[in-house]
């Protein structure tokens, strides 16, 4: 994956952003941030290559091993939404139709599913995951900033979400768990079960920034289902440079918090960014296993692995959305091993390539549960 730097943002219309040297001013989301410039990774900026530091190979990966099975990962998705609706179609039908071959057991959307909040986006995701639908296969899908307040600009937690994504239509579905039980007829938190290799999932999504109350019902839902492997999927939770999102240790100096929304200050800070759902969530449970998140920019890739009472819990940042025409249509593949390890790939159908840099392509220990 090419890292794209906060001077390369700067200097690239394409991106919406302009600013000036020594402090970051993005139109991500019409939500303006200004601040000291976070960390960057190294890069060589001078190329003009936005494939410069990732080695892609043409051709699919290799089928899973014997035993293992599939979890995709489809992060970030608005540009497709506003301006690439082919690209995203072609993702949901690769995965369905890869099904049998990989053993896919389920689907984790990041959230940013529109760029706008508009209807026109709207209906372009919903043709989209249609297909994974139509196909009986199950999804957990999470609102990003982008997804809410007029224009997608997060100044409040409306949303069209529930226009085009109703409850009725998932209820019932292949894999359905439920849903925020004081918004039962509200998708923004779910969770779904995916069942793979013996083995039983839960797929717990919640919303951006979500509030108090909101980690309240999902510390219930893991604790009611010790038995099940979690997966968490939230849009902002780790950063770009290895670390969780934390207001309070870090401030403007990772960009993008939710705590900096609208939204936030709508509600008297109730939203909770990385580090609170680590303290207030994930630390707590011996049954969560990972973590995955979109959102954050630079080069859209992180990684996270705590040992919380004896226990690696890897939490991954995947977005794709700085790459050419939207994003690419890059998805990453999780290959689940029956020796309790896991490995990534990250496949455009899109380019028919995989990207084999180290940080696109690895190797994880899965944390026991129990």
Same mark, same amino acid.
């Given at each position: 994956?090419?890292?794209? #730097?906060?001077?390369?943002?700067? @200097?690239?219309?394409?991106?919406?952003?302009?600013?000036?040297?020594?402090?970051?001013?993005?139109?991500?989301?019409?939500?303006?941030?200004?601040?000291?410039?976070?960390?960057?990774?190294?890069?060589?900026?001078? %190329?003009?290559?936005?494939?410069?530091?990732?080695?892609?190979?043409?051709?699919?990966?290799?089928?899973?091993?014997?035993?293992?099975?599939?979890?995709?990962?489809?992060?970030?998705?608005?540009?497709?939404?506003?301006?690439?609706?082919?690209?995203? /179609?072609?993702?949901?039908?690769? /995965?369905?139709?890869?099904?049998?071959?990989?053993?896919?057991?389920?689907?984790?959307?990041?959230?940013?599913?529109?760029?706008?909040?508009?209807?026109?986006?709207?209906?372009?995701?919903?043709?989209?995951?249609?297909?994974?639908? #139509?196909?009986?296969?199950?999804?957990?899908?999470?609102?990003?900033?982008?997804?809410?307040?007029?224009?997608?600009?997060?100044?409040?937690?409306?949303?069209?979400?529930?226009?085009?994504?109703?409850?009725?239509?998932?209820?019932?579905?292949?894999?359905?768990?439920?849903?925020?039980?004081?918004?039962?007829?509200?998708?923004?938190?779910?969770? +779904?079960?995916?069942?793979?290799?013996?083995? &039983?999932?839960?797929?717990?999504?919640?919303?951006?920034?979500?509030?108090?109350?909101?980690?309240?019902?999902?510390?219930?839902?893991?604790?009611?289902?010790?038995?099940?492997?979690?997966?968490? !999927?939230?849009?902002?939770?780790?950063?770009?440079?290895?670390?969780?999102?934390?207001?309070?240790?870090?401030?403007?100096?990772?960009?993008?918090?939710?705590?900096?929304?609208?939204?936030? &200050?709508?509600?008297?800070?109730?939203?909770?960014?990385?580090?609170?759902?680590?303290?207030?969530?994930? @630390? &707590?449970?011996?049954?969560? /296993?990972?973590?995955?998140?979109?959102?954050?920019?630079?080069?859209?890739?992180?990684?996270?692995? #705590?040992?919380?009472?004896?226990?690696?819990? %890897?939490?991954? !940042?995947?977005?794709?959305?700085?790459?050419?025409?939207?994003?690419?249509?890059?998805?990453?593949?999780?290959?689940?091993?029956?020796?309790?390890?896991?490995?990534?790939?990250?496949?455009?159908?899109?380019?028919? @390539?995989?990207?084999? %840099?180290?940080?696109? +392509?690895?190797?994880?220990?899965?944390?026991?549960?129990?």
């Amino acid at each position: 994956m090419g890292i794209i #730097t906060r001077r390369q943002l700067l @200097s690239v219309t394409a991106s919406g952003v302009v600013g000036l040297a020594g402090h970051v001013t993005t139109a991500r989301g019409d939500q303006v941030v200004a601040g000291p410039a976070p960390p960057a990774k190294p890069s060589a900026e001078t %190329s003009k290559d936005p494939y410069a530091d990732g080695i892609l190979t043409p051709g699919e990966p290799p089928p899973p091993v014997a035993g293992a099975f599939t979890f995709v990962v489809l992060p970030d998705t608005q540009n497709y939404a506003e301006r690439f609706p082919a690209t995203y /179609i072609a993702q949901t039908k690769w /995965i369905v139709a890869q099904r049998e071959a990989r053993r896919i057991t389920g689907v984790f959307h990041l959230g940013d599913i529109t760029n706008r909040n508009t209807p026109e986006q709207w209906k372009n995701a919903q043709a989209a995951m249609r297909v994974l639908e #139509t196909a009986g296969m199950p999804y957990c899908m999470v609102p990003g900033n982008h997804d809410y307040g007029p224009g997608g600009n997060a100044a409040d937690r409306t949303t069209l979400l529930n226009e085009f994504f109703p409850i009725t239509d998932r209820r019932g579905g292949p894999g359905w768990g439920g849903t925020y039980d004081k918004e039962p007829d509200r998708l923004e938190n779910n969770f +779904q079960f995916m069942d793979g290799g013996g083995r &039983k999932f839960l797929a717990l999504g919640l919303e951006f920034g979500p509030r108090a109350d909101v980690v309240r019902w999902a510390n219930e839902v893991v604790g009611d289902h010790p038995d099940h492997e979690v997966v968490l !999927l939230t849009h902002a939770y780790v950063y770009f440079d290895d670390t969780r999102y934390d207001w309070v240790a870090r401030g403007t100096r990772q960009q993008w918090n939710p705590h900096t929304y609208g939204m936030a &200050k709508a509600s008297q800070g109730d939203v909770h960014d990385g580090e609170q759902l680590w303290q207030e969530l994930v @630390s &707590k449970h011996r049954n969560v /296993i990972m973590t995955f998140n979109g959102h954050v920019l630079g080069d859209g890739l992180g990684r996270v692995t #705590t040992t919380a009472a004896g226990r690696e819990i %890897s939490q991954q !940042l995947v977005n794709f959305q700085m790459r050419p025409n939207g994003g690419d249509g890059w998805l990453r593949l999780i290959e689940m091993r029956p020796d309790g390890t896991a490995h990534t790939w990250d496949y455009s159908p899109v380019l028919g @390539s995989r990207n084999e %840099s180290p940080q696109n +392509q690895f190797a994880f220990t899965l944390a026991k549960v129990g």
